[in-house]
């Protein structure tokens, strides 16, 4: 199986280390608009850099450009894939575009394909991502293929296309706010007298051992939060203070405005 990322960004660049790890570097093609852009993480990785068309010729053509940038890029490569069909080629577009279906990613494409949407986050770089996906009119062994090529990513897990836009505000977005908490509570260590590098590590280790007690306990957070806070202690108070200023308000309130941002990505 030969796999090819279009679009080398920060997500583009993150899935591609998974995909090397899952199926190997010699079974990837990068390309991107900035040719020495997608040049460079083929060295960095060790796999092949190619242009847009090279790149459709491919079993996997992942589509990681900006949804913006969707359009003009699907058109360039539109009468490759036309022709592929044509020939009775098996192939399957995989879009990671936020906001666009599947059905509007093929009509950009100009005709009806197998194709995964699947939703990642950064962390899959690492192996420590969360992956969302759906597929359509893809025959069950190429899943089978994607999905291993995929697995060193982190979890994946199948959503109906209905949920995919509110995942990918939870999981796709998500880190971004966790990045500010781990900042802000390292700023809160600094502050009671913590080297900056010390406040930070132990930031980034607390959350990453307190996201393992939920996935791993099954218990609820909430339920995690409260064996925490002992009667009387300091905890409860830091809790009063989240809880007056809304924390989980305003967290909640973040999701929804990404929630509202993708869907109008989506019908632009």
């Keep these: 199986m030969r796999f090819a990322m279009i679009g080398c960004g920060n997500m583009g660049g993150a899935v591609a280390r998974a995909v090397c790890r899952g199926a190997g570097a010699g079974s990837l093609l990068l390309a991107d608009h900035d040719n020495a852009k997608a040049r460079a993480l083929a060295d960095e990785l060790g796999c092949e850099a190619g242009g847009n068309e090279d790149a459709a010729r491919c ?3 992942f589509l990681a450009v900006k949804p913006q940038m969707m359009a003009d890029m699907l058109a360039g490569i539109a009468p490759l894939l036309a022709a592929r069909k044509a020939a009775g080629e098996a192939f399957v577009l995989v879009s990671m575009a936020a906001g666009l279906s599947t ?34 009119n893809v025959p069950e062994a190429s899943v089978d293929a994607w999905l291993a090529a995929m ?8 959503l109906p296309e209905s949920l995919i836009d509110a995942a990918s505000c939870v999981s796709g ?5 966790v990045y500010q908490f781990i900042e802000a509570l ?26 393992r007690m939920v996935l791993e ?32 308000g305003a967290v909640t309130d973040a999701v929804l405005a990404a929630f509202d941002k993708t869907k109008e990505m989506g019908r632009g």
């Excluded at 977005?173 to 706010?177: E, F």
Aim: some cysteine; aromatic content about 6%.
């Design 186 to 211: 390292a700023d809160g260590g600094v502050a009671a007298g913590l080297p900056r590098a010390k406040a930070q590590e132990y930031a980034a280790q607390t959350v990453l051992g307190s996201a």
């Design 173 to 177: 977005c998500g880190p971004a706010w």
């Design 217 to 248: 306990s099954g218990q609820h957070p909430g339920a995690l939060k409260d064996a925490v806070c002992s009667p009387g202690g300091s905890t409860i108070q830091g809790v009063r203070v989240l809880e007056q200023r809304a924390f989980r």
């Design 59 to 61: 079993d996997f053509v």
């Design 151 to 158: 697995a060193p990513a982190g979890r994946l897990d199948a």
């Design 103 to 136: 059905a509007r990613i093929l009509e950009m494409a100009g005709g009806q394909y197998p194709i995964i949407r699947m939703m990642p986050n950064t962390p899959v770089g690492l192996g420590a991502g969360m992956i969302q996906y759906c597929a359509v």
